[in-house]
């Protein structure tokens, strides 16, 4: 028993109901009546003859076409009726059917309901003219009837579809599939359910199953939006994005209003680099956000402004990806994600308070990731304690989870003071607890692998330890073993490819740049290295305007015998970076490495070289990634980029000089290879390429110190460049003495502009020095920002050298500018460094040999006209003698040369290893087969 509703054009026909218990019995049929017309008098256009209904109610539509009839049938009535063809009498006569009529009219509407799921019915329709037949129309229909796990009865179609979205939404895929697939089972071209269940398989990750069922959803209706847009999502997922975008531009043709289509075609945009196509899509989301008229999920939102702020990081838009995440923190206060992403802009910017404030917070959320990089900067900042308790705290956490620990138990390996502490025990100390961290992990017989890159994963370097005046030979040696157990991968450079750096996802499921320099030759040559006509030297540097090292590298590179070398440099540099044409000018190759290590290695690969030159290893964590992988057969290191053994095993020589200490080999992993003279050739001083500033005089300097720090009008200028977490506190000991020696003497160190607690920390240390006058120690930070360090070291009385390292430019160009140098050189190169550099030219006059000389040297330097008069008279007339240095180029060439036949027997004996393995009985014209000790792999 069923009770229907009627409706007619517009009129209901409320309370009319039907009582069916028999079938009806027509007793005519169109073929009977007036069959010579083509086009029936009378048609039921809707449902179609056989259709499954999918809900409980159905509309009748019917046509009579009275323009064809006789006009002596135009006083017609129309009677309709419906009944369930399961109901039949006991005699098989039809029984108790009611029909209703209207008078003539063109067309009819009705609106049927409370149908059941799984009954047929009969719909019949008579044309009736003054009590005559004239035409009949029959359809039959089935409502669909689909079965709901738990519910014991069936249900309609369009029921079903809300059971089944409802558990899709909820993320019960496999329930909702079950629901599509029987609706399928009744209705096998139901386009929503070919969608839907097509999404389900989508979430579960069958991707090209759910292709499969959403192309036949479109084959059904192909002028869907929906249907598109999540094509679309598909196709981008399995990397086809030309047709992915196609699918979502046709979904935003078919409805402009449809945001969806629109967001994930953005993405796409973003994935593949278009960043000023995506850009603006974002942007305008992200205003609509604000104004509260997007009309998307709170989650989709949300996205919007992590892909925004994505983008504006990914294409080194530092300042508007800051704009973009405070907006976001705005609409979502101490929202995690977005302070975490913030940190890590403020950490890579030196911002260590800013990036340390909003990791904290994101941390005492529980989120694991933030913690992690609140212990980086921690141990940035120089919070060595902290760092090492809050990395034992995830190492507790992960464990706890399940999560790998390999590099959480890398990074704390390597904590390591920064500003060194007053007491020099507590660096005895720090040292003792690293080696102890490293041989842990070096004992392990298991150990979790991380083969992602060094440089995401912030893994240590040891470059810290530079400032300690020990000799660093074995805790480097175990850090790089500890690397390379930890992350294989270093030996080869074949990492783990990162994950994108967005955690968007797409909408409508259910709710670092190669930089090519110049490129002359770039393409890897055919011919074979043992019959090229010039050897392959690659350099790799840091290769921009503001480092002295570009310079350095770059004139020697420009001197070296192109007849003799073909010569490359592999340029490490950033996109802010600011290059000087002239850095290219005169030089055979010149590559911009991309970011990663992986691809770097690539490319240095690309070029097939005989040997490779790292100009500052230790100081530049790409170049010290890099090192691990023989990207060359034969690796070097220059003692004068960063004056320190890398531990690196696969670095074979360090290039340094005769000047160093006669125990010197007893310093390094590599094997030194010392030239004669310091190596350094550079055609003219640095000043001027470096030091652009209008207002650097050495004059103009002094009034701006004297301003700045109010100073007195006569006062004595001493001056120490290095970097304050270089400065050892024996260092705060000579400058007490100085300035007690010298009333009217003032010091000036270094500070980093961002890092507020190197400061603090190095001003508390150096005032625990008894009767220290702290109103004369100055730290030039970023007030003086448009001040460089050689305008500096031009405007000072006397350049104090560091103790226990220095970097080689700072008495270079001190020299040049007729500056003393005090020094006082130890047995370590990084200490004898200013020593090379004034014994070249023979200007020993302010070379110490006691902490007490170096205090007088310095003083009288200052202060005894007459003995400055002397220095700097010396320093005028032989520091020339620094620059146009063509025994320097020599003396490189002789390091090449040596190197490069090393390169050919290491490539003939592996040769002859290969022939030997691939045919034991071959001869290796005649000499006997290479054993394992003839080979280095």
């Known amino acids: 028993m069923a009770r229907w509703m009627w409706r007619w054009g517009c009129w209901y026909l409320a309370g009319l109901s039907v009582h069916v218990n028999a079938a009806v019995s027509v007793g005519g049929s169109i073929q009977s009546t007036l069959a010579s017309f083509h086009r029936p008098f009378l048609e039921i256009l809707t449902p179609l003859n056989g259709q499954v209904v999918e809900s409980s109610e159905v509309d009748i539509e019917l046509v009579v076409r009275d323009y064809i009839m006789p006009s002596s049938f135009r006083t017609y ?39 059941l799921p799984g009954t047929s019915y009969t719909v019949r329709v008579v044309l009736v003219d003054k009590g005559t037949v004239i035409a009949v129309s029959m359809r039959t229909f089935r ?81 869907h939006e929906e249907f598109h847009n999540s094509l679309g999502l598909c196709l981008k997922d399995i990397g086809r994005t030309a047709e992915a975008a196609t699918h979502f531009e046709t979904a935003m043709s078919l409805r402009p209003s449809y945001i969806e289509p629109r967001f994930n075609l953005a993405s796409i945009w973003q994935s593949t680099g278009e960043y000023d196509l995506a850009i603006p899509v974002f942007r305008a989301m992200a205003d609509k956000v604000h104004s ?31 704009e973009c995440l405070n907006e976001a923190l705005v609409l979502w206060p101490n929202d995690p994600t977005f302070l975490n992403e913030r940190g890590n802009l403020y950490l890579n910017a030196g911002y260590l308070d800013l990036a340390e404030a909003d990791y904290k917070i994101a941390a005492d959320a529980g989120v694991l990731i933030s913690m992690l990089n609140l212990a980086i900067t921690l141990d940035a900042s120089g919070d060595t304690d902290e760092s090492i308790n809050l990395y034992s705290k995830i190492l507790a956490v992960s464990e706890a989870r399940g999560l790998p620990t390999g590099r959480v138990l890398i990074m704390r390996a390597g904590v390591m003071p920064r500003v060194l502490p007053a007491e020099g ?102 011919v074979l290295p043992e019959l090229r006509r010039r050897p392959r030297i690659g350099f790799v540097s840091e290769f921009y305007q503001t480092q ?56 240095i690969r690309r070029h097939d070289l005989d040997v490779l030159v790292y100009a500052d290893v230790g100081s530049d964590k790409l170049s010290f990634f890099l090192s691990f992988a023989n990207l060359a057969p034969i690796q070097a290191a220059w003692g004068l980029g960063h004056p320190e053994t890398t531990g690196v095993p696969a670095i074979d020589y360090m290039v340094t000089s005769e000047y160093e200490h006669l125990s010197f080999h007893d310093h390094y992993t590599e094997t030194p290879f010392p030239l004669k003279g310091m190596g350094i050739y550079l055609k003219e001083p640095l000043t001027p390429h470096i030091s652009t500033y209008a207002n650097s005089s ?96 031009r405007a000072c009385d006397v350049h104090l050298a560091n103790l226990y390292t220095n970097k080689f430019y700072h008495t270079l160009e001190a020299s040049a500018a007729g500056v003393p140098t005090i020094t006082l050189p130890g047995e370590l190169w990084r200490s004898r460094i200013p020593l090379g550099l004034l014994k070249h030219i023979n200007v020993l006059d302010t070379v110490a040999t006691t902490p007490a000389e170096y205090v007088q040297l310095a003083v009288r330097a200052a202060s005894d006209r007459s003995f400055r008069h002397q220095v700097v008279g010396k320093l005028q007339k032989y520091a020339p003698k620094l620059y146009g240095d063509d025994e320097a180029v020599h003396e490189w060439a002789r390091f090449l040369q040596f190197a490069v036949d090393k390169s050919r027997r290491k490539r003939k004996t592996h040769a002859n290893l290969r022939a030997l393995q691939d045919n034991p009985t071959h001869s290796t014209n005649g000499l006997a087969p290479p054993t394992a000790k003839d080979v280095t792999l």
């Open 548 to 603: 002295p090292i570009s310079h350095c590298m770059h004139d020697l590179v420009e001197r070296l015998n192109r007849s003799q070398f073909e010569l490359f440099v592999f340029a490490v540099s950033t996109p802010q970076s600011a290059k000087l044409p002239a850095l290219t000018d005169g030089v055979e190759h010149v590559i911009g490495l991309p970011e990663g290590v992986g691809p770097s290695a690539d490319e």
């Open 292 to 322: 509260q008229t997007l009309a998307l999920e709170y989650a989709a939102q949300f996205d919007v402004f992590v892909r925004l702020c994505d983008i504006y990081l990914a294409s080194k838009q530092q300042n508007m990806a800051l």
């Open 698 to 793: 050495p004059d103009d300097v002094r009034a701006t110190l004297t301003q700045a720090f109010h100073l007195p009008s006569e006062y004595r200028f001493y001056f120490v460049p290095e970097p304050l977490v270089n400065v050892h506190p024996d260092m705060d000991s000579i400058v007490r003495r100085i300035l007690k020696r010298d009333p009217i003497g003032h010091v000036f160190f270094l500070t980093p502009p961002k890092n507020s607690k190197w400061k603090h920390a190095f001003t508390e240390r150096i005032k625990l020095q008894p009767g220290l006058p702290a109103h004369r120690i100055h730290l030039i930070i970023d007030a003086l920002d448009d001040i460089s360090t050689f305008a500096l070291l």
């Open 143 to 223: 409502v669909a009837a689909i079965a709901i796990q738990g519910h014991t009865e069936n249900v309609t179609i369009l029921t079903a579809m809300q059971y089944a979205l409802s558990y899709q939404n909820n993320l019960d895929t496999d329930s909702a599939m079950r629901i599509y697939e029987s609706i399928l089972a009744e209705a096998p071209g139901h386009g929503h359910a070919l969608h839907l269940l097509g999404l389900a398989k989508y979430q579960r990750g069958d991707t090209m199953e759910a292709i499969d069922y959403i192309e036949q959803a479109l084959q059904t209706n192909a002028t």
């Open 425 to 526: 025990q507590l660096v005895d100390l720090a040292r003792q607890a690293m080696r102890r961290r490293l041989d842990s992990m070096l004992a392990q017989d298991n150990v979790t692998v991380d083969s992602r890159d060094p440089i995401l994963n912030a893994y240590p370097t040891g470059n810290y330890l530079v400032s300690h005046p020990y000799n660093n030979k074995q805790l480097k040696r175990s850090l790089a073993q500890m690397l390379q157990m930890y992350c294989p991968a270093l030996k080869t450079a074949a990492f783990i490819p990162p994950p994108s750096p967005s955690i968007a996802t797409d909408l409508g499921a259910v709710s670092s740049t190669h930089l090519e320099l110049t490129s002359m030759n770039s393409l890897q040559s055919d």
């Open 77 to 115: 009535k129309v009677c309709l009726g419906i009944h369930e063809n399961t109901a039949i009498s006991s005699d098989g006569a039809s029984v108790g059917v009611v029909e209703f009529c209207f008078d003539q009219t063109s067309s009819k509407q009705f609106h049927v309901q409370n149908l």
